[in-house]
């Protein structure tokens, strides 16, 4: 004998309305890192001298392994640390430090001109505290 059941739920789950999709704002790009633009012109000064990184490691006074994390922006270098590696490339601390600032230029020009504030309002012209921008000149004191 076979019996039939009707089967009723209970409660109805009410149905959800699909919540709007707010547009987000586009993503801005990543600012880059001091410790990675100025190990990248580290490695570009020791290259052009055609140096190994022990010899240029050895002048410094570090070791190779240390002068390559540095190089790869793993590491962030002390001022006297930067002093000693400008120092045993041939040139000043200045120097470096304008070009790894002109190097920081140049990645964001390529970025929009404006911050997003937290509401998400554009925001042109004014900057936090500490934020530098296209054209600030960027210094380190030894």
């Not at 240390?66 to 400008?86: D, H, V």
């Amino acid at each position: 004998m076979v019996e039939h059941a009707n089967v009723y739920p209970l409660r109805r789950e009410p149905q959800r309305e699909q919540p709007q999709r707010i547009p987000q704002p586009e993503p801005r790009p990543q600012e880059p890192l001091w410790r990675e633009v100025l190990g990248r012109r580290l490695r570009v000064l020791r290259q052009e001298q055609q140096e190994t990184l022990s010899e240029t490691a050895a002048r410094a006074g570090i070791s190779p392994q240390y002068l390559s994390e540095i190089e790869r922006g793993r590491k962030e270098p002390s001022s006297e640390m930067i002093a000693a590696l400008a120092g045993a490339l041939g040139t000043t601390l200045i120097d470096l430090t304008e070009h790894v600032a002109g190097d920081l230029r140049r990645q964001m020009s390529l970025a929009p001109r404006t911050s997003r504030t937290r509401a998400g309002r554009a925001r042109a012209g004014r900057m936090r505290p500490g934020r530098t921008r296209p054209g600030d000149v960027l210094a380190l004191a030894a």
